[in-house]
């Protein structure tokens, strides 16, 4: 008998019950102990229905992720839900938690489906790079029609147990919190009323009525511009349409065709390297999952802008209080303003209400007195990237703070240790990098100086949890990982504009990629002052950064998106960038007062140069420990900098096109062009000589 999946009559019910923690997913051996115990419940005279329930946190969460890519056993999910499917004793799903994906396709290959209240039902294959595989796209519409259905699968999102009644997708919602009282109360009417097995594959009233609907093209027009890129939300809707087109038998055979495709695209393994990823990271390694984490009942922000705004909503959102500090009036008002007004366009979108917007308002408590920050339990500095004044406000709290605080700053690029020098207390000092906007992104880059004690960094991991961000602890340098990276691509990509590509050359390769925005955009959106000031810093400390065209923007006032022109030109109120015949001139007079002869540059060298500088410097990253994985990586970029999911980041895509391809032509651009960025990294040359991967260290 199997473990996970076990038998046992109850009165006139068998009760299958799947026990395979955390999330109950079909593993060979769940698929097994299904088929065995569904065998059981057959022979058993006294058995007049079955239930199908789940131990633990949830329903059924879908196929074993972790199986994919590995030879498949039999039984195959679709062999399992049909056999359940043909079973004359009527069979009843009891749903808790989240039956999702194959965990929902069981629940369809069951007669009835009871759920609590409290669950959620979804197929979010697609998210992986993948189509409901074990017949979701052929039985979901049978119950729920073509739109909603199609709105399921493409999107991947879940909906609510009552949204699921609605649409036909279970039969009875529960106010209880005990799914299998739920399913065996259901099972008894479904026994006292001697209802048959019905079978999902059988009805077609939704499908006659659906037939030739222009639905399917609707959502492939608007998948274009939703899903650019990606490979199998349209194979989602594929699949949807052959429901309607074929027979049952066909469809599932059709079904199985473009799942097998998008099993085998490497959009697949990378959705799947990036949905690991994201949970690993938050396992650091060499900080036990048992490290004690301080009580962040409320915190302190340092500064009402654009960054520390953003910051304050975070926290408001999950009814943590905030109080938010400046240095006038004036700004504390503006910041405030701003605040409210973001609020208030979600309400208009009907996101949140307007109580809600009035309860998050008022955990933002605005100040002008440090002395205000004496009973918090964590302070966020967010005001601009001087060195000077950040120690200056470092030395202010290490005096008006409580013992125990949390000192964060939210710098870009600036050394922890030297603002934490400013304290009495660098044990309590760390990053909290947050990207901007910062109430939307989901990245928290958290940065350890080399005294910030464990339990702080424990803390601000689990911060990053709780205000649902996605927290990546990393190690103190210049730009720590995300933005040291971004750096080489961003000096790369001026150079190849200085040697004769243009600007929207280059943003197209990056966006061809899957970048939501090329790197020139991007500068549009961050304002193209702030790379001047940082390319002025380095340059008054000494460094050799050659002069670019793009200094000349700043000095002309062309800061980007707020000065509606930059590298692009921007029409009022528009976030679309317009090519500028003035700024191919000054490009041009540039070359030529710097004496250079422009050439013709192909995509694939763009390609090169701005990648493999970033994977030569994220292999410097790892190799002094800035990173602890290349998994770490991944995620900075994926949830930083919108590198596309399907490729699985940076150090992922690096493996597929092989190390040793990278460092062969990192060595070929150091010998030819120069430069320590082309230095191979000591970590590359040794991958690529071993035939290793990022994803093996
Ligand atoms: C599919 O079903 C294909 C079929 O159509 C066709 C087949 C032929 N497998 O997220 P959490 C692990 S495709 C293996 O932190 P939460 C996860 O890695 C699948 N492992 O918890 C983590 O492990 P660890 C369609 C899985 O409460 C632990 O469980 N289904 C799977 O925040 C806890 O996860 C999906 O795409 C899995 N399927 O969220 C659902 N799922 O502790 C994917 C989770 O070692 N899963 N794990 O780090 C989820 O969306 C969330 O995990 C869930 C729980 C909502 C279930």
Redesign the pocket.
Known sequence: MSEVVTYQREGAIGVITVNYP??N???HAVRSGLLDALKQGQADAEAKALLLVCEG??FI????????GKPMQEP???TVVEAYENSDKPIIAAIH??A????L?MALGCHYRVALESA?V????V??G?????G?TQRLPRLAGAQKSLEMITT?D?ISASDALQAGIVDAVEASSDAKAAGEQFALKVIDEGKPARRVRELTDRIEADKGSDVFEQFRTGLQKKARGLFSPFKCVDAVEAAFQLPFEEGMKREREL?MECMESPQRAGLVHA??A???V??VPGLPKDTPVRDIKSVGIIGAGTMGGGIAMNFANVGIPVRLLEVKQEALDKGLAIIRRNYENTAKKGRITQAQVEERMALIQPTLAYEDFGDVDLVIEAVFENMGIKKEIFGTLDKVCKQGAILASNTSTLDIDEIASATNRPEDVVGMHFFSPANVMKLLENVRGTKTADDVKATVMDIAKRIKKVGVLVGNCYGFVGNRMLHQRGAEAIKLVNEGATPQQVDKVLTDLGFPMGQFAMSDLAGIDVGYRIREERRNAGENIPPSWMDKLAEQGRLGQKTQAGTYLYEEGSRKPIPDPKVDALIEEFRKEQGIEPREITDQEILERCMYVMINEGAKILEEGIADRALDVDIVWIYGYGFPAYRGGPMFWADQVGVKEIYETVKRFHDTLGGDQWKPAPLLERLAKEGKTFGSL
């Not at 999702?100 to 965990?103: F, K, P, T, V, Y």
């Open positions: 955390p999330v997913a079909l593993s946190r949830t969460a879908g196929a074993d992720i972790r199986e994919f195959g999910l679709p938690g989240t999702l994906g194959g965990g396709e959620k979804g197929l979010p294959e998210k992986l993948l189509l409901p595989g074990a979701g991947g879940f799942f949905f690991f994201e949970r690993e938050s396992k």
